[in-house]
């Protein structure tokens, strides 16, 4: 049982946040989630401080080798920001409320806004890899929720509009302004960690899924549940299985991801300008 009705609003987060505001003074506006090869982006923060997660009670070191597992807090467009560089995914230790924490903390802060990023995989020929998508809505095909266990009835929590549609009309506008592009879509969370089958791909595509992903959507209910809005993107590594002609692997999610950073280094930077104002 994960008891959050006595401390998901106070408990190790503001034990975690104070540590923060110890190492860097401030009330933040606006967290960001890191996913796969999207590290890279903690790099655009200024004025930074940098607390890796193993300093920061019940955070999730990841095992995962392309994420850094460390907090940067600073400013992005001349707006407060925390960054989570890393993320613990439910294949990890089978717990979909691994994020909790993080996201408690995020909210001790100060913040109002969750910007989630992670790397998926495509179910339209033209989403093309290296490409962001905007996520517009989710399919939790894996059944876990991070809310089990809670006992308050806040856990009967209203999903209708969990990307916040005023947060996902903000990053069309700047898409168009900057001249980047950007789909929408729904995505559909698998728990992994193997790839999904082609059969699975066939499945998600019939059921209305545009891409398919191995995290976000835990974090996502979380958020919602603490009070923060939300809006999320992928950038796109891959097209699903037997729907490309490569073999799937974690170098490949890696190494597109790391080409589609600089796309997405642009519109999350107009983001949180327009946001952050």
Sequence with gaps: MNGFGSEFGSGYGKE???????????????????????????EEIEDA????????????????????????????AGVPVVILAGRAHYYESGDPA???????????LGCEVLLATNAAG?????????SPMLISDHINWSGKNPLIGEEDEKRFLDMSTAYDPELREVMKKVARETGEPIAEGV???????????????????????????????????????????VAAMSVITNYGAGLGTEALSHEQTKAV???????????????VKEVGQ
């Design 16 to 42: 975690c946040a104070d540590i923060v505001r110890a190492a860097r003074e401030g009330t933040y506006r606006i967290g960001m989630i890191l996913g796969s090869g999207l590290g890279a982006l903690a």
């Design 49 to 76: 401080v940098r607390i890796p997660y193993s300093h920061l009670t019940d955070f999730p070191v990841s095992t995962v080798s392309s994420h850094s597992s460390e907090l940067v807090a600073g400013t992005l």
């Design 98 to 108: 691994a994020m909790r924490t993080p996201i408690q903390t995020l909210k001790e």
């Design 122 to 130: 495509s179910l339209r020929d033209e989403i093309t890899p290296g």
């Design 187 to 229: 995505y559909m969370w698998f728990s992994g960690p193997t790839f999904e089958t082609p059969a699975e791909i066939r499945m998600a595509k019939l059921l209305g899924a545009d891409a398919v992903g191995m995290s976000t959507v835990p974090e996502v209910i979380l958020a919602r549940f603490t009070g923060l809005r």
């Design 257 to 271: 991801a790391l080409k589609g950073t600089d796309r997405m280094k642009q519109l999350v930077r107009a983001f």
